[in-house]
């Protein structure tokens, strides 16, 4: 499965950006999605997660009521939507699929994943 990210670009803090992540020719229904991002100089961490249903999802703590994940089965397309962003949020985002036998089933390990996206990147200006 080829995943590419896209919807990466500048804003400034306080604002929004909303990053995508498709599958072109495939489908991504029996997969739990995850988003990723990586900072300069900084490991990879974990963003947040959606199960395949689409009805579980899970973030990591410092995004936590800012960032939304999601996912149109008819666009084939998950979506990562960022409000009031902040300088601490640039990184490169990636987009990873994870093979799930569970509807509700999602996971936070970047080791659960099964294929990745190129990356798109976010940068906020303060």
């Known amino acids: 499965v080829q995943l590419q990210a896209y919807g990466g670009g500048l804003v400034q803090a306080g604002g929004s950006l909303r990053v995508s992540c498709a599958a072109p020719g495939r489908t991504l229904r029996s997969y739990a999605m995850g988003w990723f991002r990586q900072a300069p100089g900084k490991e990879r961490e974990f963003v947040a997660a959606?199960?395949?249903?689409?009805?579980?999802?899970y973030y990591e703590g410092s995004v936590k009521d800012r960032f939304t994940i999601s996912r149109d089965s008819a666009k084939n397309t998950v979506y990562l939507q960022m409000n009031s962003l902040k300088p601490e949020d640039t990184a490169l985002y990636y987009c990873?699929?994870?093979?799930?036998?569970?509807?509700?089933?999602?996971?936070?390990?970047?080791?659960?994943?099964?294929?990745w996206g190129q990356g798109t990147l976010v940068t906020v200006s303060s």
């Open positions: 990873a699929a994870a093979q799930s036998r569970r509807d509700s089933w999602l996971s936070r390990e970047p080791t659960d994943y099964d294929y």
């Open positions: 959606v199960s395949r249903s689409g009805v579980n999802t």
